[in-house]
Nanobody
Framework: QVQLRESGGGLVQAGGSLRLSCVAS????????MGWFRQAPGKEREFVAC?????????YAEESLKGRFSVSRDNAKNTMYLQMNSLKPEDTAVYYC??????????????????WGQGTQVTVSS
């Protein structure tokens, strides 16, 4: 059974940066697209970004995120990353990584993902 574990969350001031990591164990995900979602208190889980299985294609929820966030992966390490720069208080949420059933992007619906991590808290103070 594949397991995903996120790390790298924490408390940061507005304008700061964080790099989230998502490590897979129990199997290889080199054939699966992977994505990041986030869920703020009282809100639904929302799509943030995804990356194709081969790492050559990325897709972001909106153009504003693409300018601040960057998704990448290292299949040799079974790891996906989310580099977050110029963080804003509205980025505060629990961030989840997930692996999709397909190798291609875009994959934006949670229902298209088959494995999920437990989440890591990101808090951005103003």
């Amino acid at each position: 059974q594949v397991q995903l574990r996120e790390s790298g969350g924490g408390l940061v001031q507005a304008g700061g940066s964080l790099r989230l990591s998502c490590v897979a164990s129990g199997g290889s995900l080199s054939s699966n697209a992977m994505g990041w979602f986030r869920q703020a208190p009282g809100k639904e889980r929302e799509f943030v970004a995804c990356i194709s299985a081969n790492g050559l294609s990325e897709y972001y929820a909106e153009e504003s995120l693409k300018g601040r966030f960057s998704v990448s992966r290292d299949n040799a390490k079974n790891t996906m990353y989310l580099q977050m720069n110029s963080l804003k208080p509205e980025d505060t949420a629990v961030y989840y990584c997930a692996a999709a059933a397909t190798s291609l992007v875009p994959v934006t619906s949670p229902s298209e993902y088959i494995y999920w991590g437990q989440g890591t808290q990101v808090t951005v103070s103003s």
